[in-house]
């Protein structure tokens, strides 16, 4: 059974809710399901985030390459239905962001992509 706690806010106004870790007794906002326990992260001590197990060679790669993957994100973005390109004659500061995500993918050319597909 994992027990909440309930603490002050440091604003003065209601409080804020915590998991008490069955193993360690601490607060914490996030438990981890380690060996089909919920623990905190402290008990996970050999425990890695996938993209800390890449290659610095694959971690570049990512880097490149990861504007030109996520086109289809903010072309989908951009064209939902309630999307607004300006407010009161400005351009939206999503919209901004999304345009500059769009410009780096489109400086991707072919010979690139023949490149990584070559794995140069």
Not at 3 to 8: E, K, Q, S, T
Not at 10 to 24: D, I, R
């Amino acid at each position: 059974m994992i027990r909440l706690a309930r603490i002050p806010s440091n604003l003065g106004k209601g409080h804020l809710f915590y998991f008490v870790c069955p193993q360690t007794g601490s607060l914490c906002s996030k438990l981890y399901l380690i060996n089909g326990m919920f623990c905190h992260r402290s008990q996970a001590k050999d425990s890695m985030y996938e993209c800390q197990t890449y290659s610095k060679r694959q971690r570049r790669y990512d880097k490149k390459w990861r504007f030109f993957y996520a086109s289809d994100k903010v072309n989908e973005d951009l064209n939902k239905k309630y999307f607004k390109n300006f407010y009161a004659g400005k351009p939206t500061k999503r919209f901004k962001k999304l345009m500059v995500r769009q410009q780096q993918a489109s400086k991707v050319t072919a010979r690139d992509i023949e490149l990584m597909m070559l794995g140069l």
